[in-house]
């Protein structure tokens, strides 16, 4: 079975919950992800809706739980010793360990001996933004898109550990992807309502757009062994990236 990781968990839930259960009824698994936009720890993507706190976040767990659905949180690549000690974050982690469903996304090793020394239930998955996998250990790892064409080389983690990206929107082996990545963390940090994710690779040509995969291509790696797919948005709303292509990618080929 095909497992979809979508972002947007916090930033619309109610509309992500509708899609997730389209996807339920046509016979896929869902995996939410998502983390409040004040959240110290808060990693991936500038989301959509900035305006998100530690209820919201709690709130989109309990409604996806509900459901059946799993929610893993999203934490960034810079956290330094003195923040494993945060608030909310740990709360995040409390209402994150009442659900075996439930996991987090990482890159930064001394957040995941904190989670496993404290939460050793969640499951653990290697954020993409690590671009090549460092931590070990680690359930499953969200693996850059630069690997779509080779996957030989992450064989050694193993192809039921992998998730893949569908819908990169950068361009193959940009040179950037580490740094952007780094700049997104450092922006989240500073809880800048009016930062942007500006792309910084280089090559603004043609082409970017051009690692994007459909359904043909996702179910000949799920026929080699792949079952994990993410599908990344949560910077933008639900109906300019992830709502269409659920809609005219995944279910309207489920359907023909």
Known sequence: MITWHIGGAVSYPEELLRYSQLLVEQGYRVQVYDAAFTSL?????????????????????????????????????????????????????DKLAVSPLNGVIL????????????????????????????????DFYAVSPDFNSHLEDLAGLG???????????????????????RLLSLQMKRFDKACEDVCICKDQSGGRFKMRLGMEQINALHEAGISHFKLQGRQDPIESEIGPYIRDVILKTKGD
């Open 41 to 93: 720890w808060n990693g991936g993507r500038i989301p959509f809706n900035r305006s998100t706190v530690l209820d919201d976040f709690l709130r989109a767990i309990e409604l996806f739980n509900a459901h059946g659905i799993g929610v893993d949180a999203t934490f960034s690549g810079i956290v330094e010793d003195q923040e494993l000690n945060d608030y909310e974050c740990n709360a995040v982690l």
């Open 159 to 181: 192809f039921q550990k992998l998730q893949i990206l569908v819908n990169e929107n950068c361009y193959q082996n940009c040179a950037e992807r580490g740094q952007h990545y």
């Open 107 to 138: 890159s930064e090793q001394k957040l995941f001996d904190h989670i496993k020394q404290n939460y050793p239930g969640l499951a653990v998955t290697s954020s993409i933004t690590a671009v090549v996998p460092k931590i070990e250990g680690c």
